[in-house]
């Protein structure tokens, strides 16, 4: 599991375990845990060419200390420095070591003669896009065919949300010392941030506890329920899918198709016959029966130990008389597309606010914008911000679907997922998702732990069903069971 910490948090635990080790010991840890890093990603250190870009901060420090080691190794290494000032212990080692420091001026050339760049423009504390000359270098170095390696962040990135306000360094890898942070987990800061390694500077006992995390296969592995021999399609959970309707009769069977799959003991699905035919032609396993929310007065969810509600479901009243008895029931509840935007009209959110069951809301930027009312391009703009707002005001779990799927609970840290891959940018990927997540809720998973374990799966069903080739949401539903297995052979090594 990744853990990530806030920038004001690593600093005071920075302080604190400064304020037990010789002056400089704790960039020293981070500048050899940075060199080691980099040498990995080198054919040879000796004889390799190696551009600093050092700001006047600790990164600066970092860099040129890192800097120092590997010219000790052989290595040509040259520092551009970006500020009027430079840090000068590191500085010292550095030409001590046999590196040069280049003028500005000369930068376009180093980067592009540079077998390896290292960015130390800026540290956690950068705020808002960067300005010349750093923006200047920045670009080069994005032009530069060397590979960048950022210096805990890449320089522009805003530690704690990942929001990048203007320039930024894009880099190929990024070592982080301590503990990973928000931004680096979080797009589009996750992606100017490439692979993220995480070097041990002895941090961890002087940190809390984390405002962002995220799961990887064998922290998913433990959560996933494992059938035994006493299992039985009630144990193994029965969920309740009103999803469809004549329109949209695919949502049904891929919403179904998704629960299914993940390993729901039963599905009872309700809905229009039009889309109750559809669903039992593909999955005659179903419990269906025909039961249209605009022209039934039987809309309660019957027995089963969750409901999902809502994708291809309409937003005409019935729809929302449907949701309203749904909402009032004692069970753990997921809202998905027009079930969101019937919420976003407004009475009935109170009904969520109230509930003692869980209840997960799982929108994209335009459907939380709703709920939230503001404007899609302020969620995509500052995603954290937004998701964790939403939970708070609503008090239940969200799950805002994008680039980064994010999962937020009143109280708890963001889980931010990291398996997400474009491929899932496809019509009816979220309907499958929704299905997914609603059978982990129906074998008592809560719905955060739902939550994430369903987009971790999610996302992983996506690279795994063609090997990184274009996918449909119906090839989804075969990538599953390899995803599974996948997952519980992590946790098994």
Not at 407 to 428: E, R, Y
Request: charged share 20%; with cysteine.
């Amino acid at each position: 599991m990744r853990y990530a910490h806030t920038a004001d948090v690593v600093r005071e635990a920075e302080d604190a375990l400064m304020a037990r080790l010789p002056e400089g010991a704790l960039m020293r840890r981070a500048a050899t845990g940075l060199a080691v890093e980099c040498a990995r990603l080198l054919p040879r250190v000796y004889g390799s060419r190696i551009v600093l870009l050092v700001g006047a901060g600790d990164n600066g420090g970092d860099a040129l200390y890192a800097g120092a080691a590997l010219a000790a190794r052989g290595a040509a290494v040259r520092a551009v420095p970006a500020g009027g000032r430079t840090h000068e212990g590191g500085l010292s080692a550095l030409r001590s070591a046999g590196g040069r420091v280049v003028p500005p001026a000369s930068a376009e050339d180093a980067l592009f003669d540079a077998d390896l760049i290292i960015d130390g423009l800026l540290g956690i504390g950068g705020r808002g896009g960067l300005r010349p000359p750093f923006a200047t270098l920045a670009v080069l170095a994005a032009n530069a065919p060397a590979p960048v390696v950022a210096v805990d962040l890449p320089s522009g990135v805003d530690a704690d949300t990942g929001e990048v306000a203007g320039a930024a360094v894009r880099a190929d890898a990024t070592v982080t010392f301590g503990t990973y942070k928000p931004g680096l987990l979080v797009d589009p800061g996750a992606s100017h941030a490439g692979r993220v390694r995480l070097v041990d500077i002895g941090l961890r006992p002087e940190l809390p506890g984390p405002a962002l995390l995220s799961f990887d296969d064998t922290d998913v592995a433990a959560l996933l329920p494992v059938p035994g021999p006493e299992s039985d399609k009630y144990r193994r959970g029965v969920l309740a899918v009103r999803a469809g309707s004549a329109p949209y009769r695919g949502a049904a069977v891929l919403t179904v198709g998704g629960a299914l799959r993940t390993g729901a003991g039963m599905v009872r699905y309700a809905g229009c016959q039009a889309a109750v035919d559809q669903v039992l032609a593909r999955w005659p396993e179903v419990v269906a029966e025909a039961v249209d929310p605009l022209s039934s007065t039987r809309l309660d969810p019957g027995r089963a130990a969750a409901v999902v509600i809502g994708p291809g479901r309409g937003i005409r009243p019935g729809n929302a008389d449907e949701l309203h008895v749904v909402l009032e029931s004692d069970l753990p509840v997921l809202a998905d597309a027009d079930a969101i935007t019937v919420l976003a009209r407004g009475p009935l959110l109170d009904l969520v606010r109230e509930r003692t069951a869980s209840t997960l809301l799982t929108p994209h930027a335009g459907e939380l914008a709703r709920l939230l009312g503001t404007e899609r391009e302020a969620v995509e703009a500052h995603r954290l911000e937004h998701v964790t707002r939403a939970a708070r005001e609503l008090d239940c779990t969200v799950l805002l679907k994008g680039s980064t799927t994010l999962v937020a609970h009143p109280g708890s840290p963001v889980v931010a997922n990291i398996t997400g891959t474009p491929l899932l940018a496809t019509a009816g990927s979220g309907d499958v998702l929704s299905g997914i997540i609603g059978a982990l809720m129906a074998v008592g998973l809560p719905a955060t732990e739902a939550a994430a374990c369903g987009a971790h799966l999610h996302g992983r069903a996506a690279t795994l069903v063609h090997r990184g080739a274009p996918i449909s949401a119906s090839d989804l539903l075969d990538g599953i069971p390899a995803a599974l297995l996948a997952i519980r052979e992590a946790g098994t090594a």
